[in-house]
């Protein structure tokens, strides 16, 4: 027997204070006749002795104890090793499913090592592959025993596959194998459960007993995709519960291989799944391309995105949003006019809201006009020239556009894809003969084709499109009588669309019902030059992932798939995961989106480690559980004393010692004693335990500071701050994870920039709190603006000061509010709240006038000669103090920009860059660099334009020297 914690044993050398204890009790009182008083006088005094606690019981007690020490200590019996029975054939199965990749390496070492002793014993190997294509074969072929050398071949060629391991199929393989006294069954498992492991296992076990190998490295991770409805979160990580948590990090990637983000994700001890959630503005998040877990291989761990995972920017127009007098009517519940919309589109589209002039401003693929928006007809004219460049209009019909006269003033409306009869139809009601009408199925030249048309939507009043020869080619959804319900038109090289009932259920029941909302996202995904596929439309495949995760041309075993069944389809040897079918229309097939939760699988045999060991058996609790017993079971002997015993017993015995009394109080007090010592020696007992990547897999990369560890307490020198003994930057806590980690990683990857390039040598960065922290030993300060920010008023003072004595102060609001100098457009959040962060983390700052950077700042020449600032972001102004203030030098104590410059500088530990740059990539990162680079020189040496006061003396007394 062994123990986890050793050290612990000491608390045994305690029990000969308990022995004491119990032992050294009072004398008991002595029951004696009272004789006359004059008899007392010639009584003997006899010898006192203490009553004494029977030997049963003091055995009872120590052995209470000492199971209690030996528990928290930790034993358990050491494993033993499995030997194989005598020498002949070998049956050896391997999991080499899409969850095997993880622990490739380890699984095959293991095969290789049986194949190994099957060649010094010249015994014969049948290898059995559970994800092997031929399984899926009906009938599957019989496995042949195989030479060794040969069985060595075979396990050299083989790989991880892309999709689960079939034990179904394998158990009616290991069925059919002719009866054979096998002297080894061996199973290489990847742990996770499957609805056929029972009838594998019996297929196993039929053949003899089982050696059922696990491994050491088996994560049981997978990454599964998730529906684009629920806010940022984009995949799901899905998990065997464990007994502690487990931080890991997530890879956001584009298609050329960009880091877009790293996100950390926590998984709570006992937990089963995560969600990963990027938080990215949607330019850059519907450049993602993958998602992938750091640290684990697999098509498993891997999810693909498509098409339909992209935001599409949709504007929506107001009624008075053309003056800039639009009003909250329009969101009114079940009666505003962009209700409906808002809600069908708002999981699946990026929608923006404003006056025209904003809306036609930024990048946008729809523009949703309900009824009574577009009455001026100015903006009908911009809104024109917008659709004739690529735009897409949806107008909504309604009573505006029924009854809108024309005349010279007000011209007719030629934003229509058709012309319209004046008026509307009335379907149904006490005034008309006519029913309601029923939608009629959708042609195949639809954008609405393949949807299920609800038998309960009827339209009951609707505009009429004038009768033309060519209105069939304009009508995407006709009404059960043919009458035009939705018709389109194409205007240069966008389109117009108008549905010809309202965007409310005045007119109709379809906003109401689901309908409504695939009919916009179809709108919307067609206006993208996106090509939906009819139902039963094959996909090819184009790219799909190895058993390793790594993209490439597909298998031969690989087939098509019809675009209705990709919901439903698990990956298989016919289905690998990938991309199908055009870039168009493309669609993603993931290795896990059709996975439930994990659970581990149960052992087929006897389960062992690579080496053949079983697992160590614990022993903790059973002797915590007869600790506990004896406990009870001395509590019990108490009470019985305390009331009586039988009279056999009562004599000696009859009134219960102190320690009797004391016991119940050394037993707690005890306990918490041995907890105690087991904290305290439980991590140096388990340090071999300990894994040797203890970083991998965590939620981010340690910071690489090379400080010295602390002293012992005894021996502690008073703490120097490390900036006091070595120049370092610093950048302002902010209370977000990812944006604390973000500057950490910038300022290290700009110190070691700047390590490479000057004379200057800058240690690992530092994180400090304003009003708590010193921040007398940084020249610069990096400060990233959240949405969130507040500052206190120790903080606003800390940093007054700081800039008054010479530091410089870089404020960034990490691109909220930056724009996209090409359209003009936001790129990564609302302006405003850019504006309003800003105004209230800088509330009381002692500020100098401030003025736009160019590039004759002293600024832009200090080191490198530079024209733009950019950061993650490029063209976004930069402010600094006016020049002529000769308060600091001439120094400006503030920078303030929208550039993200900390994440264009971060690196890893390898000095990777994380993130990508937009969008001017490796050139723009260089600059940005740059930038860096010179206000860290800035903030060293200052301004030298303020040393040209002393040029004077210096030529005299260069004139002076002989």
């Known amino acids: 027997m062994r123990f986890h914690s050793p050290a612990l044993l000491l608390a045994l050398l305690g029990l000969p204070i308990i022995w004491w204890l119990l032992r050294a009790t009072p004398p008991q009182a002595r029951r004696q006749a009272f004789p006359p008083v004059t008899l007392l006088g010639a009584l003997r005094a006899r010898q006192a002795e203490p009553v004494r606690s029977p030997p049963w019981l003091l055995a009872l007690r120590i052995a209470a104890f000492a199971l209690l020490v030996a528990g928290f200590a930790g034993p358990f019996l050491p494993g033993q090793v499995e030997q194989s029975r005598d020498v002949g054939p070998v049956l050896l199965v391997v999991d080499n499913g899409m969850l095997s990749a993880t622990d490739w390496n380890d699984r095959l070492n293991a095969a290789q090592a049986v194949v190994d002793d099957a060649v010094r014993t010249h015994s014969p190997v049948t290898l059995i592959a559970t994800a092997s294509p031929t399984l899926a074969e009906n009938p599957a072929p019989a496995p042949q025993a195989l030479a060794p050398e040969q069985a060595r071949q075979v396990l050299a060629s083989l790989r991880p596959e892309p999709w689960p391991s079939s034990r179904g199929a394998a158990a009616h393989v290991i069925a059919g194998l002719p009866p054979a006294h096998y002297a080894r069954i061996l199973y290489l498992a990847d742990g996770i459960a499957q609805p056929q492991d029972s009838q594998f296992a019996k297929a196993l076990q039929a053949l003899g007993p089982v050696q059922d190998i696990r491994f050491a490295h088996q994560q049981g991770l997978v990454l599964a995709p998730v529906v684009p409805t629920e806010g940022d979160v984009m995949a799901r990580v899905l998990a065997m519960p464990a007994p502690q948590p487990r931080a890991l990090t997530a890879l956001v990637r584009a298609s050329d291989g960009a880091t877009l983000a790293v996100v950390p994700v926590t998984l709570p001890a006992g937990a089963t799944q995560a969600d990963i959630r990027v938080a990215l503005p949607v330019e850059i998040r519907n450049r993602i391309d993958t998602i992938a877990l ?19 920017p949709v504007g929506l127009l107001a009624a008075g949003a053309v003056t800039g007098a639009a009003t909250a009517s329009a969101d009114t519940p079940l009666i505003g006019t962009l209700f409906y919309v808002r809600r069908a589109l708002a999981p699946t589209s990026d929608l923006h809201e404003g006056t025209l002039a904003t809306l036609l401003s930024r990048p946008l693929s729809v523009l949703i006009a309900p009824d009574g928006t577009l009455g001026d007809a100015q903006a009908r004219r911009e809104i024109r020239q917008w659709v004739e460049n690529g735009g897409t209009l949806i107008r909504f019909a309604g009573p505006v556009l029924a009854g809108t006269p024309h005349d010279i003033a007000n011209p007719p409306d030629d934003l229509l894809p058709v012309p319209l009869l004046d008026g509307t139809r009335q379907l149904g009601g006490s005034m008309t003969w006519g029913e309601p009408q029923k939608l009629a199925p959708f042609e195949a030249t639809s954008p609405f084709r393949g949807l299920s048309v609800p038998a309960d939507v009827t339209v009951t009043r609707q505009v009429l499109a004038s009768p033309s020869a060519d209105l069939g ?30 965007s409310t259920a005045g007119w109709s029941n379809l906003p109401l019902s689901g309908l409504f909302v695939s009919m916009l996202q179809r709108l919307t995904e067609h206006a993208n030059g996106l090509s939906v596929p009819a139902d039963d439309t094959v996909l090819s495949p184009v790219v799909t992932l190895d058993g390793f995760g790594i993209p490439g041309t597909p298998p031969s075993t690989a087939r098509g798939l019809k675009a209705n069944a990709f919901a439903t389809t698990p990956v298989s040897p016919e289905h690998p995961p990938g991309l199908y079918g055009p870039r168009s229309g493309r669609r993603a097939l993931n290795a896990a989106a059709h996975l439930g939760s994990l659970q581990p699988e149960a052992p087929a045999g006897v389960l062992t480690n690579a080496a053949g060991q079983r697992p160590d058996m614990p022993l903790d609790r059973y002797s915590l559980s007869i600790a506990l017993l004896l406990l009870l079971l001395d509590g019990l002997i108490i009470l019985l004393l305390r009331t009586g015993l039988p009279k056999t017993w009562s004599n000696p015995w009859r009134q219960p010692p102190a320690a009797m009394v004391a016991m119940p109080l050394i037993i707690p007090l005890a306990i918490p004693l041995a907890l105690a010592l087991g904290l305290a020696t439980a991590p140096l007992a388990h340090a071999q335990d300990t894994p040797p990547d203890v970083g991998e897999g965590s939620a981010l990369p340690p910071p690489a500071d090379n400080t010295p ?30 944006v604390d980690t973000a500057s950490r990683l910038g300022l290290k ?11 200057a040598v800058l240690g690992p960065p530092d994180a400090v709190r304003p009003g708590v922290d010193d921040l007398n030993y940084y020249p610069l300060l990096y400060w990233p603006i959240t949405a969130d920010a507040t500052t206190s008023p120790a903080m606003t003072a800390a940093l007054s000061t700081f800039m008054a004595r010479g530091g ?74 006016r020049e002529g203030d000769a308060e600091n030098d001439e120094v400006s104590p503030v920078i303030i920009g929208s550039a993200d410059w900390a994440h264009a500088w971060a690196v890893d530990n390898s000095g990777n860059t994380l993130f990508a740059v937009l969008p001017g990539g490796a050139d723009q990162r260089v600059q940005a660099y740059r930038f860096g680079l010179n206000a860290v020189i800035y903030a060293l040496t200052g301004s030298y334009k303020a040393d040209q006061v002393h040029v004077p003396m210096l030529l005299k007394r260069l004139e002076d020297t002989p």
């Open 294 to 312: 750091q640290g684990s291989t697999g098509a498993a761990t891997i999810v693909l995105m498509d098409e339909r995972d992209r935001l599409r």
């Open 473 to 502: 080619e304009h009508s995407w959804a006709r009404l059960a009588d043919g009458t035009p319900l939705v018709t389109h038109a194409a205007l240069g090289k966008g389109d117009i669309v108008l549905f010809h009932v309202g």
């Open 709 to 738: 560890a602390p002293a012992p307490a005894a021996m502690a020198a008073p703490t120097v701050p490390g900036a006091a003994l070595q120049t370092r930057l610093a950048y302002v806590v902010t209370g977000h994870e990812d």
């Open 749 to 759: 990857g700009l110190s070691d920039f700047v390590n490479a390039r000057t004379s």
């Open 808 to 881: 410089i102060l870089l404020i960034d609001t990490q691109g909220q509010g930056a724009t996209d100098t090409q359209a003009d457009a936001p790129v990564a959040g609302d302006m405003q709240t850019a504006r309003t962060a800003l105004r209230h983390a800088t509330a009381g700052l002692v500020i100098p006038p401030l003025t736009a950077m160019t590039d004759h700042h002293l600024l832009a020449h200090t080191f490198y000669l530079l024209h733009d600032f950019p950061g993650r972001y490029a063209g976004q102004p930069v402010w600094v103090a």
